[in-house]
């Protein structure tokens, strides 16, 4: 006779079928997102925009890799992009609001929340469905230099300078449309980009994407990617980020280094005994100012007040 506690066999096997069931799905949707961030990073290779126009580097087997996101540039590019186009009426008032709490949100937290940028970015991208690649890169310069321009972490700026007269390349490598990074590259005197790639047919947008966003272990995959077209040495190249997501990034290069960082990459780079740069000076700036001028030194504070204006402008 069976004890009532214990449970039917029928409904035991019917327990281990359904988390087996799981445990595949599972498993086949990881291996589905490694085949599309494999796929982005092959397509944003593919896209770059190669420096045809320049000399060939004297260091040849180096380069440079930099997010742009609160790395580069203060916020997120996508939604720098997304107020201009709002302005030139690509999308609705309504649309924009939830763009602008993840701005804001970003903007105040420092961080990324993956979930926030990724459905931000791509309600962005489709955005741009049944517009052309032409007008877009058009609408991308006049963006640039009305958001964008004023918001270059001078810092982060001068070590890209610093490779470039290295003799070194020097390429962005962000989740924004590879269109506004090669844009922002090239105004940066950066010799290109590598982002996220939206289907176009006969240069039309479609809406989607060539793979995924170019997002974690996808730049990963779009610098390995672009390392074997380019003959580099990835273990004298360097890395530049503040995000943790982008650890496979910074780990697959001999020179990381974390700038702005969030919290959890701050921990894993002094581990790692990584270079750490933070450049968010505005309210460090205002607080060395008052020191400062305790301390007596009323021009110190006078110079270090003006850098606080000078971030929040930012």
Not at 3 to 25: G, L
Not at 43 to 72: C, G, H, K, R, Y
Request: aromatic share 6%; net charge positive.
């Amino acid at each position: 006779m069976l004890d009532a506690a214990a449970p039917r066999p029928n409904r035991v096997a019917a327990v281990s079928t359904s988390r087996e069931q799981q445990r595949r799905r599972e498993e086949l949707r990881r291996r589905d997102l490694r085949r599309r961030s494999v796929l982005a990073g092959e397509a944003s290779a593919a896209a770059a925009e190669m420096e045809q126009a320049l000399d060939t580097p004297s260091d040849s087997a180096a380069a440079a890799f930099f997010d742009v996101d609160n790395t580069i540039m203060q916020g997120a590019s996508i939604f720098h992009l997304a107020r201009g186009l709002y302005r030139r009426k690509f999308f609705s008032t309504r649309e924009i609001v939830g763009a602008a709490y993840k701005q804001a949100y970003f903007r105040i937290v420092g961080v990324e929340d993956p979930e926030h940028v990724a459905e931000a970015r791509a309600a962005a991208l489709a955005f741009i469905a049944g517009h052309t690649v032409e007008e877009l890169q058009e609408v991308g310069e006049e963006i640039f230099d009305e958001q964008m321009a004023h918001r270059i972490w001078p810092g982060t700026r001068a070590l890209a300078q610093a490779h470039i007269d290295a003799g070194q390349r020097v390429w962005l490598v962000t989740a924004a449309p590879v269109e506004i990074a090669t844009t922002i590259a090239r105004r940066l005197g950066l010799t290109g980009a590598l982002g996220t790639v939206a289907e176009h047919v006969d240069g039309v947008y479609t809406g989607r994407l060539v793979g995924e966003m170019l997002h974690g272990p996808a730049k990963a995959e779009a610098v390995k990617a672009l390392a074997a077209r380019e003959g580099l040495d990835l273990s004298l190249c360097s890395a530049y980020s503040d995000s943790s997501n982008d650890l496979p990034l910074l780990s697959l290069v001999g020179d990381p280094c974390a700038i702005n960082p969030d919290a959890r990459l701050r921990a894993h780079a002094r581990s790692a005994g990584w270079r750490i740069r933070d450049y968010r000076t505005g309210r460090k700036a205002a607080r060395a100012g008052f020191v400062a001028t305790a301390l007596g030194g009323a021009a110190a504070g006078a110079v270090a007040a003006g850098v606080a204006l000078r971030g929040r402008r930012h």
